[in-house]
């Protein structure tokens, strides 16, 4: 539960989304683009200065996540929710 509730729940605060229909080789662009991004020294160094905390989560790593919260048993789900709200 603390997986879920804690870790992965914080992991996913501002994720990048694509709709479904985009093609899998524009999908891998743009996760290729992004953490090229997140490796740039200039880009950081905005980051730095603007006070911005970059800790990225990878999208496959992030897909990962989201599949598990789709696949917890409906009991869990709604206590996981009691307990967040």
Known sequence: MLQVAVQDRGSIFRPYLLPPEVPKDRVQLLKHAFSETLKDSEFLS???KSNLNMDPVAG?????II???FRLEPAFGSKL?????
């Open 46 to 48: 905005d980051a730095k």
């Open 60 to 64: 496959d790593e992030l897909e990962k």
């Open 81 to 85: 929710n009691e307990i967040l709200r």
């Open 67 to 69: 599949s598990n919260l």
